[in-house]
């Protein structure tokens, strides 16, 4: 049997009664105690992991003192609270029950005895001085790994001198200068130490070589293709309208043509989806970023749009969305530099930084302002990936222009060039030079209905002036003079208020017309007329299309950047011998009438000869929807500027050579028993290969024997061995960097190789050389593919 001392008993029941809410404060600071012991502990633990960062290790190793205080000072708190009872047990001695108390005993009396409680207070007081004690080893401990760990991550966070990474420890010079000029540097953990600089330098760009300590299994292990979808064609256009957006005119314009020509562009999907058969073709993804339009480069065609201003880029940009969208391709449309920043992955800061993910499209499609905009934003990423970028450039970049160590040297550089991108990438308007890919646009097609109708309601004396700006025709009055006293003369110039003083009292205004209706003016009209501006646009072709002639004007000399204001600063030499010179070089008479403007008999005697002149509607069919189908396709399918370059064809550099001179001996063809390179685009089976009279351009060269420069044939007809076999010896051959080689030079038999693939040009010429050209075929109405192209 166990006895208590009553005395003792009745202090414990008493100190229990007055202390209940004491005791809820100290299992509660018990609680906490666990709570920071696991949180410290795991902290301290977790810091020793070798594969973590040095920043973390830094961090959590400075909170080591801090956690050994608190624990000192919560084991001090308790035996203090154990000094305290014993006090107030000491003051129960000496003092009676208070009389509300007693009416707690009886529960009081059924706990265990009081003293097993403060034999408890007395051991948590004892374990947390015991877990400082150990904390504190551990601590010490962890200094002393740290330490060593720190310095030998010290000794590997030198800048290598590794031959693989030759610019490395330059650039971890200029990080320690500036690292902090891009707060995308520290979105990537750059903090300023040696280890973070090399770390950025080897795992998010790429001039250092891997960090051994480092975990390299993310970085090395590359996300995993997703599986091709084959790509589909589509008739319905009300998803693409969706994605082209709102809120700007220059969108609206684009969606209402879009919207117009849907069952064109669906006719021209079947027809094709039947030429092409079972061809797999793999669904690209594509991003549209149309810079023009982005507020960051002014956006000045939108509020023209209203206003007569050019329509030509939103013409050739709606019908590119339509034909990328009908060809069954993953589209994603972007107007503004938030958009564009968000779809590529851009981190944050000045746009010095790569992508934070892989570029997730296969092809890019933009203009010279979305192509500026992206280098400012891609850092890095954007060499990496500008093989993927297609440039909208209406007027075209010569190779000489494009390459940029090139055009500093020889006074080719200019605002919109040196990109050095290949040539190819550039996608023109019209086909003004092979080195360029031709893109186009699409002017709407008649059917017989619509072709008969348009015969029977022209009227003979009617003429429509080509410009919607009075600019435009200021100082014409001579030329309008001459052509009232045979036509009724009507123009589209816009006016706010009142007629434009510009526009004679006899001509016929009608303002700014929508699409539609200007369509259905120049189906009434005989005649179209330009005035020397705008150069190359849409309307004349439209024009021609609904059964109207055109007439412009030829320029002597001709315009180009040497002479023009306009042309100043264009990334092309291109002489422009007429307004339109496709519609000049590739349509011409009956439809086309080139007249010098200077001479007034010569322009009255073309009015008098077109009024006489009978003409059917007409259309070159690679603006048409079907034809401009065919060319993307053929573009997606076959252009990969990403690729290695191919290796060269059997015979090339070798005893057998891949051309054989034609029967005539004037040119070269390729061997019908050489062997392509497979994939090869165009087949070099369709090469022609001739040596150009002095001062002759491959371009021109080319089209005298009814063919098109080729540039893509270049490399292999790139060697000693073709100029041999045109029967030029060469008395010496160099290497060197030009964009009119390879050539035979004038006087004598020097031979010029080509040092620079990027240089390959058909555009140039000059009376010191005459040129080595390649040529192809081309289909029938589709100059940019070869007979065997499709």
């Given at each position: 049997?166990?006895?208590?001392?009553?005395?003792?008993?009745?202090?414990?029941?008493r100190?229990?009664?007055?202390?209940?809410?004491?005791?809820?404060?100290v299992?509660g600071?018990?609680?906490?105690?666990?709570?920071?012991?696991m949180?410290?502990?795991?902290?301290?633990?977790?810091?020793?992991?070798?594969?973590?960062?040095?920043?973390?290790?830094?961090?959590?190793?400075?909170?080591?003192?801090?956690?050994?205080g608190?624990?000192?000072?919560?084991?001090?708190?308790?035996?203090?609270?154990?000094?305290?009872?014993?006090?107030?047990?000491?003051l129960?001695?000496?003092?009676?029950?208070?009389?509300?108390?007693?009416?707690?005993?009886?529960?009081?009396?059924?706990?265990?005895?009081?003293?097993?409680?403060?034999?408890?207070?007395?051991?948590?007081?004892?374990?947390?001085?015991?877990?400082?004690?150990?904390?504190?080893?551990?601590?010490?401990?962890?200094?002393?790994?740290?330490?060593?760990?720190?310095?030998?991550?010290?000794?590997?966070?030198?800048?290598?001198?590794?031959?693989?990474?030759?610019?490395?420890?330059?650039?971890?010079?200029?990080?320690?200068?500036?690292?902090?000029?891009?707060?995308?540097?520290?979105?990537?953990?750059v903090?300023?130490?040696?280890?973070?600089?090399?770390?950025?330098?080897?795992?998010?760009?790429?001039?250092?070589?891997?960090?051994?300590?480092?975990?390299?299994?993310?970085?090395?292990?590359?996300?995993?293709?997703?599986?091709?979808?084959?790509?589909?064609?589509?008739?319905?256009?009300?998803?693409?309208?969706?994605?082209?957006?709102?809120?700007?005119?220059?969108?609206?314009?684009?969606?209402?043509?879009?919207?117009r020509?849907?069952?064109?562009?669906?006719?021209?999907?079947?027809?094709?989806?039947?030429?092409?058969?079972?061809?797999?073709?793999?669904?690209?993804?594509?991003?549209?970023?149309?810079?023009?339009?982005?507020?960051?480069?002014?956006?000045?065609?939108?509020?023209?749009?209203?206003?007569?201003?050019?329509?030509?880029?939103?013409?050739?940009?709606?019908?590119?969305?339509?034909?990328?969208?009908?060809?069954?391709?993953?589209?994603r449309?972007?107007?503004?530099?938030?958009?564009?920043?968000?779809?590529?992955?851009?981190?944050?800061?000045?746009?010095?930084?790569?992508?934070?993910?892989?570029?997730p499209?296969?092809?890019?499609?933009?203009?010279?302002?979305?192509?500026?905009?992206?280098?400012?934003?891609?850092?890095?990423?954007?060499?990496?990936?500008?093989?993927?970028?297609?440039?909208?450039?209406?007027?075209?970049?010569?190779?000489?222009?494009?390459?940029?160590e090139?055009?500093?040297?020889?006074?080719?550089r200019?605002?919109?060039?040196?990109?050095?991108?290949?040539?190819?990438?550039?996608?023109?308007?019209?086909?003004?030079?092979?080195?360029?890919?031709?893109?186009?646009?699409?002017?709407?097609?008649?059917?017989?209905?619509?072709?008969?109708?348009?015969?029977?309601?022209?009227?003979s004396?009617?003429?429509?002036?080509?410009?919607?700006?009075a600019?435009?025709?200021?100082?014409?009055?001579?030329?309008?003079?001459?052509?009232?006293?045979?036509?009724?003369?009507?123009?589209?110039?816009?006016?706010?208020s009142?007629?434009?003083?510009?526009?004679?009292?006899?001509?016929?205004?009608?303002?700014?017309?929508?699409?539609?209706?200007?369509?259905?003016?120049?189906?009434?009209?005989?005649?179209?007329?330009?005035?020397?501006?705008?150069?190359?646009?849409?309307?004349?072709?439209?024009?021609?299309?609904?059964?109207?002639?055109?007439?412009?004007?030829?320029?002597?000399?001709?315009?180009?950047?040497?002479?023009?204001?306009?042309?100043?600063?264009?990334?092309?030499s291109?002489?422009?011998?007429?307004q339109?010179?496709?519609?000049?070089?590739?349509?011409?008479?009956?439809?086309v009438?080139?007249?010098?403007?200077?001479?007034?008999?010569?322009?009255?005697?073309?009015?008098?000869?077109?009024?006489?002149?009978?003409?059917?509607?007409?259309?070159?069919?690679?603006y048409?929807?079907?034809?401009?189908?065919?060319?993307?396709?053929?573009?997606?399918q076959?252009?990969?500027?990403?690729?290695?370059?191919?290796?060269?064809?059997a015979?090339?550099?070798?005893?057998?050579?891949?051309?054989?001179?034609?029967?005539?001996?004037?040119?070269l063809?390729?061997?019908?028993?050489?062997?392509?390179?497979?994939?090869?685009?165009?087949?070099?089976?369709?090469?022609?290969?001739?040596?150009?009279?002095?001062?002759?351009?491959?371009?021109?060269?080319?089209?005298?024997?009814?063919?098109?420069?080729?540039?893509?044939?270049?490399?292999?007809?790139?060697?000693?061995?073709?100029?041999?076999?045109?029967?030029?010896?060469?008395?010496?051959?160099?290497w060197?960097?030009?964009?009119?080689?390879p050539a035979?030079?004038?006087?004598?038999?020097?031979?010029?190789?080509?040092?620079?693939?990027?240089?390959?040009?058909?555009?140039?010429?000059?009376?010191?050389?005459?040129r080595?050209?390649?040529?192809?075929?081309?289909?029938?109405?589709?100059?940019?593919?070869?007979?065997g192209?499709?």
């Amino acid at each position: 049997m166990i006895t208590v001392n009553p005395d003792g008993k009745i202090m414990v029941r008493r100190c229990l009664v007055t202390l209940r809410p004491f005791r809820l404060f100290v299992l509660g600071i018990g609680f906490f105690t666990l709570c920071f012991l696991m949180t410290s502990l795991g902290g301290q633990f977790s810091a020793r992991r070798l594969g973590d960062s040095p920043f973390t290790i830094r961090t959590e190793v400075l909170g080591g003192p801090e956690s050994r205080g608190v624990l000192r000072k919560m084991s001090d708190l308790l035996e203090l609270m154990v000094k305290r009872m014993d006090t107030l047990t000491r003051l129960e001695n000496s003092s009676g029950l208070h009389p509300e108390a007693r009416e707690a005993h009886a529960a009081v009396d059924r706990m265990p005895p009081g003293a097993g409680l403060m034999e408890r207070i007395q051991a948590i007081a004892q374990n947390v001085s015991d877990i400082a004690v150990k904390v504190d080893q551990i601590l010490r401990h962890s200094l002393l790994l740290h330490s060593k760990v720190s310095e030998g991550r010290r000794d590997q966070c030198e800048a290598p001198s590794d031959p693989k990474f030759p610019d490395c420890a330059g650039k971890v010079e200029w990080m320690r200068a500036r690292w902090t000029s891009d707060p995308c540097y520290a979105f990537f953990g750059v903090d300023g130490t040696e280890c973070s600089f090399l770390i950025y330098l080897s795992e998010v760009e790429w001039f250092c070589p891997p960090l051994p300590w480092r975990n390299q299994s993310a970085t090395r292990t590359a996300p995993r293709p997703l599986p091709r979808v084959q790509a589909v064609f589509r008739s319905n256009l009300s998803h693409l309208l969706e994605l082209m957006g709102s809120g700007k005119e220059s969108l609206i314009f684009m969606k209402k043509r879009t919207k117009r020509l849907t069952a064109q562009w669906a006719t021209a999907a079947q027809r094709l989806a039947q030429k092409l058969g079972d061809i797999r073709r793999d669904q690209k993804q594509i991003l549209v970023h149309i810079g023009f339009l982005t507020e960051e480069s002014g956006d000045v065609f939108s509020p023209r749009v209203l206003k007569g201003g050019p329509l030509g880029e939103m013409v050739q940009w709606a019908d590119i969305l339509a034909a990328l969208y009908i060809l069954g391709h993953s589209l994603r449309v972007t107007v503004s530099l938030k958009e564009l920043q968000s779809n590529l992955g851009v981190p944050p800061g000045r746009g010095n930084c790569p992508l934070t993910m892989p570029l997730p499209f296969d092809l890019i499609y933009t203009d010279y302002h979305g192509l500026q905009q992206m280098k400012q934003h891609m850092g890095l990423s954007f060499k990496k990936y500008r093989c993927r970028i297609r440039v909208i450039d209406t007027f075209g970049t010569e190779p000489a222009y494009n390459h940029e160590e090139y055009a500093t040297l020889h006074g080719y550089r200019t605002n919109w060039g040196y990109w050095n991108l290949n040539p190819k990438q550039f996608m023109t308007m019209f086909p003004h030079t092979p080195d360029n890919s031709f893109m186009g646009f699409v002017s709407e097609e008649l059917n017989e209905t619509e072709k008969q109708l348009i015969k029977g309601g022209k009227a003979s004396n009617m003429a429509v002036v080509y410009g919607k700006e009075a600019s435009i025709w200021k100082g014409k009055e001579k030329f309008l003079g001459i052509l009232s006293k045979y036509m009724e003369i009507h123009g589209t110039v816009y006016y706010e208020s009142q007629r434009p003083p510009e526009v004679p009292a006899f001509v016929k205004n009608h303002g700014l017309l929508p699409q539609p209706e200007f369509q259905q003016l120049l189906r009434k009209a005989k005649l179209f007329i330009g005035f020397g501006f705008p150069y190359e646009g849409p309307a004349p072709l439209e024009a021609i299309a609904n059964g109207c002639v055109f007439l412009q004007s030829r320029f002597s000399p001709p315009r180009s950047s040497l002479n023009h204001e306009f042309f100043r600063g264009k990334p092309t030499s291109r002489e422009v011998f007429s307004q339109h010179p496709y519609a000049e070089n590739f349509i011409g008479k009956p439809h086309v009438w080139t007249v010098d403007y200077n001479n007034s008999e010569e322009f009255e005697a073309a009015i008098k000869a077109i009024m006489e002149t009978q003409v059917e509607p007409y259309l070159p069919y690679e603006y048409t929807c079907g034809g401009m189908l065919e060319r993307i396709h053929a573009y997606i399918q076959h252009q990969d500027f990403c690729a290695a370059p191919s290796p060269a064809p059997a015979g090339t550099g070798a005893s057998q050579s891949p051309f054989v001179l034609a029967p005539n001996a004037t040119h070269l063809e390729w061997a019908r028993n050489a062997s392509a390179v497979p994939g090869a685009w165009p087949p070099p089976h369709s090469l022609r290969a001739w040596l150009a009279a002095a001062g002759r351009a491959c371009t021109d060269a080319c089209l005298d024997h009814g063919l098109v420069c080729e540039p893509s044939f270049f490399p292999v007809l790139n060697s000693q061995e073709a100029f041999l076999q045109l029967q030029v010896p060469c008395e010496s051959t160099e290497w060197e960097m030009h964009h009119l080689y390879p050539a035979l030079a004038q006087p004598g038999q020097e031979c010029y190789l080509q040092k620079e693939p990027l240089l390959f040009s058909c555009a140039g010429s000059s009376t010191k050389y005459q040129r080595l050209c390649p040529c192809r075929d081309f289909l029938k109405g589709q100059v940019a593919l070869c007979q065997g192209c499709l």
